[in-house]
């Protein structure tokens, strides 16, 4: 039997394969998806096992927002990668591009903000929506020291509902924390690396 996010990657592809709904569609990549997807490539962090340093940033921000569910996500050109989830089973899934809105907040370095997915033409048709009766979505692209977008940390709720200032100021510290997180791994292996390097020389 599949775990539950499993389960949701197959309802989730059936449904794309099976009509053109508006969320299977292609999303267009960022102008400079190169130099996104390179930076990305560069943390290592695609298809790696839960962190409880994720997984603390994203409880913390059900807390900070009072929101149903949060997630870590990563997008590469054909996939967005849940690092972490909390409020749904989704940690650890691929979903194809165009399945979830981060797919599209990546398209710039702005958040994207959705006060309810019901009314967005794109997200209206999504098992989120019509399923778990999510409605409200606020994504905060998370920034590489370079400016390339590469995914996002995101809330969910499922009332329809606007971030205020101080709600997304908060967002955004959030999202800072979780690049934090990830230019700690990033000198933490070049570290190791180094000193396996020294000790071959030594």
């Excluded at 039997?1 to 949701?8: I, M, S």
């Excluded at 940690?91 to 398209?107: F, K, M, R, T, Y």
């Amino acid at each position: 039997d599949p775990l539950p996010h499993e389960r949701c990657v197959r309802r989730c592809h059936v449904r794309v394969r099976a009509r053109p709904l508006p969320w299977g569609v292609a999303v267009p990549p960022p102008t400079n998806e190169a130099a996104r997807l390179a930076a990305l490539a560069r943390y290592r962090v695609l298809d790696t096992p839960p962190e409880e340093a994720f997984d603390r940033i994203a409880r913390l921000a059900t807390q900070v927002l009072n929101v149903a569910c949060a997630a870590v996500n990563f997008v590469d050109a054909e996939r967005t990668f849940t690092k972490s989830c909390q409020g749904l089973e989704l940690a650890g899934a691929s979903l194809p591009a165009g399945a979830i809105p981060c797919s599209w907040a990546v398209l710039t370095s702005e958040p994207l903000l959705i006060e309810d997915l019901s009314t967005d033409p794109r997200f209206c048709d999504h098992p989120l929506v019509t399923g778990r009766h999510l409605r409200m979505y606020a994504g905060m692209p998370l920034l590489a020291p370079g400016g390339e977008v590469l995914g996002t940390l995101c809330v969910l709720d499922p009332q329809v509902r606007r971030l205020d200032a101080r709600e997304q100021d908060s967002l955004r510290s959030l999202a800072a924390l979780v690049t934090d997180q990830l230019e700690l791994r990033l000198k933490t292996r070049e570290l190791a690396q180094a000193r396996a390097l020294q000790a071959l020389v030594d």
